[in-house]
């Protein structure tokens, strides 16, 4: 079975610019999987930041983008704000359904 | 405004059975895929389970599979998630989302504990 990998944790300084990835375990990510961000805090439902690999959502700002990086997806943050401090997952639409990838907790300090 | 309000959760014994709710409110209900997404204590998210605008194409998790059914009706606006066979594994904060192209809205969860 094919698992959606993320980065377990990162870090960014405020100010900075960070890039989450969103990987296969097997095979390349591409635009025909979908992809999506979700931006979760602590004892909230998530919300999405990017869907169809690169359209924000209604209401994200425009330091979060997302794109594909070589055979990842990934969501790039520019100039980082200590609000940021949350963890992101990625979603694949994938031929078995749609699949969360693990989740990276981001920390901004 | 769109409001997804989930409800039915509890603790619930191994091997037993709950049902939850998800109630839409501010859109048309029957417009929409609707899904059940679980996370386990600290940890991620899983998509359990989606329906079709009528009822049809249902996906299922393996994880669930056999145990777990999706169902709504569009003249109460609801979702719902029949859980038999529950297991200590199942416990966690289910939570109701609306798919347009992504999981645009979601519920505020309701918690599912399975302990003996």
């Given amino acids: 079975q094919t698992v959606v990998t993320q980065e377990p944790s990162l870090s960014v300084s405020p100010g900075g610019t960070v890039t989450l990835t969103c990987g296969l375990s097997s095979g390349s990510v591409s635009t025909s999987y979908y992809p999506a961000w979700y931006q979760q805090t602590p004892g909230r439902s ?7 690999t690169n359209t924000r959502s209604s209401g994200v700002p425009g330091r979060f983008s997302g794109s594909i990086l070589g ?12 609000d940021d401090e949350s963890d ?16 990276t907790k981001l920390t901004v300090l | 405004q769109v409001q997804l309000v989930d409800s039915g959760g509890g603790l ?24 059940w997404i679980r ?13 079709g605008t009528t009822g049809s194409a249902m996906y299922f998790a393996d994880s669930v599979k056999g145990r777990f059914t999706i169902s709504r009706d569009n ?12 297991r200590a594994e199942d416990t966690a904060v289910y939570y109701c989302a609306r798919y347009g192209e992504h999981f645009d809205y979601w519920g505020q969860g309701t918690l599912v504990t399975v302990s003996s």
């Fill in chain 1, 46 to 52: 998530p919300r999405t930041l990017i869907y169809n």
């Fill in chain 1, 71 to 82: 055979n990842k997806a990934a969501l790039t943050i520019t100039g980082a704000r200590a």
């Fill in chain 1, 88 to 103: 992101y997952y990625c979603v694949l639409h994938m031929g078995s359904g749609i699949t969360f990838g693990g989740g």
């Fill in chain 2, 12 to 35: 619930v014994k191994p091997g037993g059975s709950l049902r939850l709710s998800c109630e839409a409110y501010g859109f048309t209900f029957s417009n929409y895929y609707m899904t």
């Fill in chain 2, 39 to 51: 996370q386990a204590p600290g940890k991620g998210l899983e998509c359990l389970a989606y329906i």
């Fill in chain 2, 75 to 86: 003249t109460k606006n609801s979702l719902y998630l029949q859980m038999d066979s529950l």
